[in-house]
């Protein structure tokens, strides 16, 4: 398990592009995530790009330009695909040569500065996408809170299952409906069957809800039939990027009885567009979960004791809110809550190790989900389900308006960063959707 940190980690770094060096921003020298996007103003094909302060560095233009030459034609090569699953198949140590190199090019003294120059494109000139062609997605469950909060509402006796500290719980998601931030999210319809209903209805769901959670994007590395040992798991991660689960919860809890989520959750996923490698994120290692006295070990196959000392990632997550109404009157998104990915009782390499524990074949571009990032408070619930407790303990934004669900016109917004002394600030960007009337 990687966690070196170096140069590219100097607080005191400074580019040449003065906006990354502003306090408060997302994308520092530091960060230099990657995505994919094309320039509003021209007829040019998708490319591989890394954000930089307000910038976008052309990858496919600067690999033109001779500036990765040292890092073979392998790489360079994986630079002028139109998605990073190229690049990502190269695996983690080709996406840190990148990231290092960029880092020199891009540093206040870098070389080549004019050659630089010509490969930025103002962010606010261009149009990101997918970043990655996603082949699988898989949704977890790692939060022990989200868990326990949403079991108490349905089996109050008996609100954490018992296979639930020994298994990271998931459920297979659909690929097809990931769409980048922006993206608009039309109302799903589907059954619906009241608590007090002899029948179901079909209908558009009126349980409309987000979940706020932190997705990893997989290098693949295991045939089918082969595991991934959780010492290797965390190599098999490329790089994380935020992700809202989007959820139907009158639908799901009609159907989601006897094999788990379907329609309730399959009609949209967003995430973000750029990916922050797990290089970048090096300063916040923090040990994994530390289980209370009486909780069970995780099983072998499952530890490994560099994952226990630093398996989590301090990120902290935000959720915004605002309405069609409160867009309409000028006033800022309302900040619904906040929670941290350190929280989460499975690290994210012990989900990678459980995913491929059976044979499971991971592929360049899989996408994984934490499942909602929920703390041990209220300000840290990360869905409405649990923040009204299934409706009954409703918000009221700044409008007034009360929200026990989301209503049509509302957006969600997903931020998240990295913060601690010493270090320099990585964050995420947005993760965005606007609800559309069904």
């Not at 799901?252 to 973000?272: D, M, R």
Request: glycine content about 10%; proline content about 8%.
């Amino acid at each position: 398990m990687t966690r070196l940190v170096n140069r590219t980690h100097d607080a005191k770094a400074r580019s040449f592009i003065e906006s990354a060096n502003q306090p408060g921003g997302d994308f520092p020298i530091q960060n230099l995530p990657f995505g994919v996007f094309r320039r509003r103003a021209r007829q040019e094909a998708e490319r591989i790009g890394v954000a930089i302060g307000d910038q976008v560095v052309d990858l496919r233009r600067a690999a033109g330009h001779g500036l990765f030459s040292a890092l073979g034609s392998e790489i360079q090569s994986a630079l002028a695909a139109p998605v990073l699953n190229p690049l990502v198949a190269l695996g983690r140590p080709a996406a840190a040569a990148v990231r290092e190199r960029l880092f020199d090019l891009l540093a206040q003294d870098g070389p080549s500065r004019n050659n630089v120059v010509d490969c930025l494109a103002p962010a606010e000139s261009v149009e990101l996408l997918l970043p990655v062609a996603i082949g699988d997605y898989t949704d977890f469950y790692a939060s022990i809170h989200h868990a326990t909060n949403v079991g108490s509402m349905f089996r109050p006796e008996n609100p954490l299952l018992p296979n639930y500290k020994y298994v990271p719980i998931g459920y297979h998601g659909r690929a097809s409906s990931i769409v980048v931030s922006g993206t608009p999210i039309k109302r799903p319809m589907g059954q619906i069957k009241g608590d007090v209903a002899a029948d179901p209805v079909f209908g558009p769901s009126r349980s409309l809800d987000y979940e706020s959670e932190i997705g990893g994007y997989l290098v693949g590395g295991n045939r089918q039939g082969t595991e991934i040992p959780i010492a290797e798991a965390e190599s098999r991660i490329f790089g994380l990027c935020l992700l809202n689960d989007w959820s139907a919860r009158d639908i799901q809890a009609w159907e989601y009885q006897p094999l788990g989520p379907f329609l309730a959750k399959n009609f949209a996923t967003s995430v973000s567009p750029w990916v922050v490698t797990m290089e970048a994120l090096a300063p916040f290692r923090v040990p994994g979960f530390d289980r209370p006295a009486g909780d069970p070990a995780p099983l072998p196959y499952l530890f490994a004791e560099t994952d226990r000392r630093a398996g989590g990632i301090a990120v902290a997550t935000e959720v915004y809110l605002s309405s069609a109404r409160m867009r309409a009157e000028g006033m800022a998104p309302w900040r619904v809550s906040h929670a941290s990915l350190a929280s989460m009782y499975w690290t994210m390499a012990q989900l990678v190790t459980h995913h491929a524990s059976n044979g499971c074949n991971l592929r360049p571009g899989d996408l994984i989900g934490s499942g909602t990032i929920s703390g041990p408070e209220k300000e840290n619930r990360g869905c409405l389900l649990e923040l009204t407790w299934r409706g009954a303990e409703p918000v009221t934004l700044p409008t007034g308006e009360i929200r026990r669900f989301l209503a049509d016109g509302d957006e969600v917004i997903l931020r998240a960063a990295c913060e601690r002394a010493g270090a320099a600030r990585i964050g995420f960007g947005e993760c965005r959707g606007v609800v559309e009337p069904a």
